[in-house]
Each structure stands twice: as structure tokens, then as C-alpha cells.
């Protein structure tokens, strides 16, 4: 099966006065239809980078090359306006990181949505309105909030509605850039079941970025991790999570604390992440891992896939 | 009897809301937030306590209550069986040696325009313990050991934007322990953090506590973190301790519903954990005017009649274990 979104060495990189920030590196990946993908790292990662790379949103220090296939489609070949037109929104919509701040504050909710109705289809308002109630009842914010303003609302209803918001063209790939981080535990379980509840019922594709492995656990079937602007290893949630093989998956799954089970001691990754202005030759990650060898210093690991999952670490391919 | 460092005692503290002219002419009295409503509590010696909650619940007012960072509007607070609000202010001054904090944001609570010397020393020369210049680098030099910034040299002399995340919350909890207080309450002081430099500072802040005895409350809104920190437990929602007791039974024995609720929403980083997912609906109410009997029963699934009325009070279920519910889930 064709996926719907194949992602070919997408290397990203910010001019800055200091330099060239090397934030996504020769990335690979695709997903298909009905997935779920979840994106996991520490924040300057690059993860965020990546997302708003694919929906062409960088800022004008930016330099992207690879490609970026989307319904067989080169999306970086696409002219600007062609691509605000047909694309975003229509194919490729986006939940924003702190839903706070993305409603414009002196807007009705309601009409926040409905504009991004008619923006993109040849709709009358009444109907735009329409159906921006319907989305709205969807996330589960109660139809009548839709001529609320945003102050009206509390933190979780704010984040439904912009999921409601992205839903507005019906998308086939929805974004979403670490759409809980600023709710509380409750409130995130619980929109956190809406999103599920909706990928299900509307057949998404879910794109989920976000620094917390338990919410990929609990949401999507697919997780690749990422450090230092690389992906070190990719595959189903299940065979990542019950086996990883990479030192810093290994790291970053122990650093958490459980609730469940057994009190274990918390496994600390020494050192900090590195600069990406001056990111280290060869792995990335050989400073603070505890396997370094010889080579791992010097050579870059070529990523490979065993079968199971996507893993670059020379630990492995040396037939080790 | 276990010794106690610090006993609080129906602490409440009520923030008025500023209004305009003609709203405060015609209102009686002026609306109220609830932030904290007679809670009592008491921390061993030696122990490590948490607080957790979420976001709007009080904890954070609490620890500043105690130490007097905001004045408490009633209560009592004996930090070793000495009554701190009794104390002046010099008094409360002095006694600000034995009792230090851990701000939340290593980005906002360290002065951008002093040296890492500088802020750390800060204590000790406020309280004047130190005997010469000397010895303040000395001190330095050794606390910065201690929380692992080494060599203590390189990070002396610079100042707080040179460093990163992770360091500057080091540099923090070096202020807190320069003075080595007996006790020192920590706000949050990981969730600014990444999640590798996370489990690094928080056992940092265990090792460093079970080596010098220091008596801790942690005040946090992550469960797991709790459990893996601290011996006891409260949960606060809406101003008010809702359970309380050891972390285990907390944990694995809830007894209040919001508890209960609190735990099956901690995301579990297992795909194959199946787990009865009893989400509640609704957001926590406002503290300006907060439902009238039990707290929770807006939200509550178990809600009954009694509950709308009368408002639960703290009661001993099973030994130290402590719960403010008319129909207690065990």
C-alpha cells in the first residue's frame, strides 16, 4: 500500500548570526492511512521543527531540502498559494502547542472555526456556522458555546476547540504539536480520549508530537524517537516500548517514574543534549551514552531497518 | 509518637479580589478566592512530604504560607513546636535560615544580573554565616560540589543565562541548601524540566536530602513522582486536603473518588497496560464561590444527597490514612 505521507531525507537547518542550527537532520519516515505516529523527544529536538516543516510554516531563516511525498505528491514543489489553498487545512491540518495562546481573544469560537470553513470552501456563513457547531459538539464543547469568546472558556474547552478547528476541512492528516502540555492530568485524559475517539470514528491520520512517552503509549500504534535533530529508532509502540533497543530510548523509558508496579530506581542520562550549532561527529548521542565504542565517535550510524523497526546505532549493525 | 518538624494547623488563607469604586460601594463584602481553607497537616523529621494536585488547587500557596512568603488570613503553623506566626518580622528573619524554598522556575527565580557566586551566598550573608570572604568561596565551592556543577570554579563566576535549564535549577537547590536548613519546601521543581534532565535532578534533590537529614515538602501535581520521592502523601483539590496518609495506601488503596480519578488519569508509558479508564467530566470549579457541601460533588460519580449538604470532614479510615469523604471508596 502506498503511504499516505513518505518522508525522504528532510534535513532542516536555521540561519542564525552564530551559524547554521542543524535542527532535523536526513530524516526518513512514512505513515499510512488510520496510523497514529507519535513523535517523541526532548524540547530542540527538532520534532516541533519537522511538523512545521511538512505543513510549510518555517519562519524565513529556514532552509529545508529532501522531500516531503504526500498523496504521491512532492509537497515542496508545490507553489505557495497553491499550497495554502488545496493543502493546508483541506489535506494537512494542525492542533497548535498552548491552545491558550492560538484563539484570537476578541473572536467568537464560532466564528474562529467558521472562517477557516469558508477560507477554504465556497460556503455560505449561515453553513459555515453550521458546521462549526457540529465540530464543536464532535470535541464535545456543548453547540450553544459556539458564540462564546475564548476567555469564557477554561483550558481544556479551549484545546477541544481548536481540535475542532482542525477538523474544520476535513483533513485526512491531522498535526498535533504537544496538544496537552499545558492541561492537567484529568483534562488531559480527557481530551486525550476525544482525539482517540475522533481518529477512530473519522478514519484520521494522526501525527502526534510530544516530550512524554506515556501519552504515545496511550494514543498512538507508531512511535519514532528523536535526538539532536535525528530519529534513532522507529517502529510499532509495542515492540519499541517492551524491547528498545537504542541507549537513549532505553534511557528516556527508564527516566520516568511509574505508578504501576514495582518502585524502581530512576535511570539518569548524564550530561545535556548537545548544541545544535555544533552538533558532535559521528552518533549524536556517543557523549552521554554508556556504550560508546571507537567508532561511534567518529562514523555517523547509518540508520537500518531489521524487519521490526528502524534503529541507527552502531551497537546493532555491526551484527552486534 | 514520631517528632514532627512542622505542624500546620486549619491554615487558610482567603485572597481578596480588587474591585472597582462603584462595584465595592454597592457589595457588603468583597468576593473572596478560596485559595487555601483549613488545611492541617504534619511533617516528620527527616521525611519527605508531598503535596499534589492540580493546577489552581492551593499547594503552591501553601508552601508559600509557611513560610510566610504571603500571611496567612488564619491557622497555626509550629515549625519545631514554635508557633511562626506568632513570630515579628526579624524574628520570622532569623528563622528563615532553618527554612528555605525551591522555586518552580529556574528561569525567573535566579537574578539575571548577579553571578551564580553571588546567588548562591545570598543566604549566608543575609544571615551573616559566614566569618570571611574566604570562607563564603569556600562554602560555595562546596555546595556546588554537592549538587554536582563541578568544577565548582568554572561555574562560580558566571551568571545564570550562561548556563542551562538543568544547571540553573542546580544553582537553585544549592541556595536552598547553602544554609543547611532543616527544612525546605520544593515547588515543582522539575516540571520545567526535560524529561532526561528530569530524573537527574530528582535524584539529585533524594540524595542530597537522605544524606543531610533534611525534612522536605514537595509540592507536585505528578503522582508517580510522588510515589517514587515520598513517604507521605496529601492530595489537595480546591483548597482542601481531600486524603492524606502513606504513599503506598494513597496509591494503591484511593479512598476518595477525586483520588481515585486523579490516579486512572496518569498516563502509563505501557501500550499493552489495560487499564479501566474512569475519566470524570467537567474542570474544578472556581474558588470564588465553591460548591457548598463536599467540594468534588460537581464532578463526583458517586455523588449522593448528603454530599450536596454537608461538607465532609478529615477522618482516620485505617491507620494514617486520612480521607474527606461521606462515602469512602474502601
Known sequence: ?320 | MPEYILRVKNLTKYFEIKMGLFQSLLRKELPKVHAVDGISFEIEKGEMFGLVGESGCGKTTTGRLILRLVEPTSGEIYFKEQNLLKLDYNEMRKMRKHMQIIFQDPYESLNPRMSIFDIITEPCRIQGLFSSWKDLEDKACKILEAVGLTPPEDFLYRFPHEVSGGQRQRVAIARAFITDPDFIVADEPVSMLDASIRSEVTRLIKNLVEERGTSFLYITHDLALARYLCKHIAVMYLGKIVEKGLTEDVIFKPAHPYTSALLAAVPVPDPTARRTKVVISGEVPSPINPPPGCRFHTRCPYVKDLCRKEEPQLREIEKEHWVACHFPLL
Open chain 1, 1 to 320: 500500500m502506498e503511504p499516505l505521507l513518505d518522508v525522504e531525507n528532510l534535513t532542516i537547518h536555521y540561519w542564525t548570526l552564530r551559524g547554521y542550527v542543524h535542527a532535523v537532520d536526513d530524516i526518513s519516515f512514512s505513515i499510512n492511512k488510520g496510523d497514529a505516529l507519535g513523535f517523541a523527544g526532548e524540547s530542540g529536538c527538532g520534532k516541533t521543527t519537522a511538523m512545521l516543516g511538512i505543513l510549510r510554516l518555517l519562519p524565513h531563516n529556514a532552509t529545508m531540502k529532501g522531500k516531503i511525498l504526500f498523496e504521491g505528491k512532492d509537497l515542496l514543489q508545490i507553489p505557495m498559494d497553491v499550497f495554502r489553498k488545496e493543502i493546508r487545512w483541506r489535506k494537512i491540518a494542525t492542533v497548535f502547542q498552548g491552545a491558550m495562546n492560538s484563539l484570537h481573544p476578541t473572536i467568537k469560537i464560532g466564528e474562529q472555526i467558521a472562517e477557516a470553513i469558508m477560507l477554504h470552501e465556497d460556503v455560505s456563513k449561515e453553513e459555515a456556522w453550521k458546521r462549526a457547531e457540529r465540530l464543536l459538539d464532535l470535541v464535545g464543547v456543548k453547540a450553544e458555546r459556539a458564540d462564546r469568546y475564548p476567555h469564557e472558556l477554561s483550558g481544556g474547552l479551549k484545546q477541544r476547540t481548536m481540535i475542532a478547528m482542525s477538523l474544520a476541512c476535513n483533513p485526512t492528516l491531522v498535526i498535533a504539536d504537544e496538544p496537552t502540555t499545558a492541561l492537567d492530568v484529568i483534562v488531559e485524559a480527557q481530551v486525550l480520549k476525544v482525539m482517540k475517539e475522533i481518529q477512530e470514528k473519522l478514519g484520521l491520520t494522526l501525527i502526534f508530537v510530544t516530550h512524554d512517552l506515556s501519552l504515545i503509549a496511550e494514543t498512538c500504534n507508531k512511535v519514532a524517537i528523536m535526538y539532536a535533530g535525528k530519529i534513532v529508532e522507529m517502529g510499532e509502540v509495542v515492540t519499541v516500548y517492551k524491547e528498545p533497543l537504542h541507549p537513549y530510548t532505553q534511557k528516556l523509558l527508564a527516566a520516568f517514574p511509574s505508578i504501576l508496579g514495582r518502585k524502581t530506581e530512576l535511570v539518569a542520562i548524564p550530561g545535556f543534549p548537545p548544541d545544535l550549532l555544533y552538533p558532535p561527529p559521528g552518533c549524536r548521542f556517543h557523549p552521554r551514552c554508556d556504550y560508546a565504542m571507537e567508532i561511534c565517535r567518529k562514523e555517523e550510524p547509518k540508520g537500518f531497518f531489521d524487519g521490526k523497526r528502524f534503529i541507527a546505532c552502531h551497537l546493532y549493525s555491526k551484527g552486534g
